[in-house]
């Protein structure tokens, strides 16, 4: 009798609280440097800002849609005004996993859009909560991993430059393409030791040809080699895995959570990142289930700002390896964030995911 009255009690307040309110911007990033990877190149990278509202406090996402993954700001536009309907129904956001199963059910892909709603909510919740999503998760924040600063693909002399510019960070992330990739990694090596990881993007679209460049790569402190042959190529990739020299990673053939049983036999390790898999929640079910099956992880971004990159370094303690260094390949960061210190992943005691908007 009593718990009854209690109940309907905590029903009369939950009634009584204000449902959430999202509303949503697109932006575009410019890069300092034209970005060339083998799938492209690019001078900038459209981008979606998200806020949502809860009772006086606001929590920050972002959605960034490089080309591959087919999101453009019309669709994701168009996602987020779904998404608007369906929260402004809900009055606790706590209820973050019944919140985003509603918002994955939206539409199929989508991905990005749905990370920009899944970084909001829990930004909001961890205000809410007045606790950094690094503590939600569990995370021991000196476990960071320092993260790798990114070189796109250039004429070698034009590498080397780059590769000094990124002198602060202790792991270089290069980008091949299958043309030019010995005189690319020997102009670098002619001026730095430090290790680097390798990603093809699936631009090695020969097996052989793949396994003579790991060969040649062996001996020259390569941490791994990410995404080296075409994504849906597994019968290659797993000829390869099994005479490699240097661990593989999966980026562009693992997306979400269920893609990763697909791989798990081609590749040593998965690149996680929020804007494929969805955001957080996904992304934290994924490195639960990477290890349970002995997969190597490396936490990713896009080109994006501090805000998805500050998400996605709450989870970072969790990775061996990140890849993070988004905002620093940017002109107008329009957040501020976490911060690399000699490279290192520093995360703050802000609740949420720690950050601040500029503008
Ligand atoms: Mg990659």
């Avoid at 900038?44 to 996402?61: A, D, N, Y």
């Avoid at 669709?75 to 929260?87: H, I, N």
């Avoid at 990370?115 to 021991?140: M, R, Y």
Wanted: aromatic share 8%; hydrophobic share 40%; net charge negative.
């Amino acid at each position: 009798m009593v718990f009854d009255y209690v109940l309907y009690n905590i029903e009369l307040l939950s009634l009584k609280r204000k449902t959430m309110r999202l509303t949503y911007k697109p932006e575009t990033l410019y890069f300092k440097r034209p970005f060339h990877i083998a799938h492209g190149t690019r001078t900038s990278t459209p981008i979606v800002l998200t806020q949502l509202e809860h009772e006086g406090i606001t929590g920050f996402g972002e959605a960034s849609l490089p080309p591959y993954l087919s999101e453009t700001h019309e669709t994701v536009l168009s996602f987020l005004k779904t998404a608007v309907e369906l929260l402004s129904r809900h009055r606790d956001p706590f209820n973050i996993e019944m919140i985003l199963n509603e918002i994955d059910k939206i539409a199929p892909n989508n991905t990005a859009a749905k990370a920009s709603v899944d970084i909001a909510l829990h930004d909001l919740c961890g205000k809410l909560l007045n606790k950094p999503c690094w503590k939600i998760f569990n995370c021991d924040s000196s476990l960071t991993p320092y993260t790798t600063y990114t070189l796109g693909i250039d004429e070698p002399d034009v590498m080397k430059e780059k590769a000094a510019e990124g002198e602060a960070y202790k792991i270089l992330k290069v980008k091949l393409s299958g043309e030019n990739d010995k005189s690319i990694i020997t102009a670098i090596r002619s001026i730095t030791n430090k290790p680097i990881a390798i990603d093809v993007n699936q631009g090695w679209k020969d097996k052989y040809q793949a396994l003579e460049m790991i060969v040649w790569l062996k001996d020259k402190n390569i941490l791994f080699v990410e995404q080296p042959m075409p994504k849906d190529n597994l019968e290659d990739t797993l000829w390869l895995f099994e005479r490699t020299a240097l661990p593989l990673f999966a980026d562009e053939s693992v997306q979400r959570y269920e893609d990763i049983d697909r791989v798990k036999d081609c590749f040593h390790g998965i690149n996680i990142k929020l804007m494929k898999c969805t955001g957080m929640n996904e992304a934290f079910k994924m490195i639960n289930k990477a290890r349970e099956l002995k997969l190597q992880l490396l936490i990713g971004c896009m080109s994006e700002t501090s805000c998805a990159v500050s998400a996605a370094a709450q989870l970072s303690p969790l990775a061996d390896y990140a890849d993070l260094d988004g905002p620093l390949l940017i002109k107008n960061n329009l957040f501020d964030g976490v911060q690399f210190v000699n490279g290192k992943i520093t995360l703050s005691d802000m609740p949420g995911i720690g950050v601040v908007q500029k503008f």
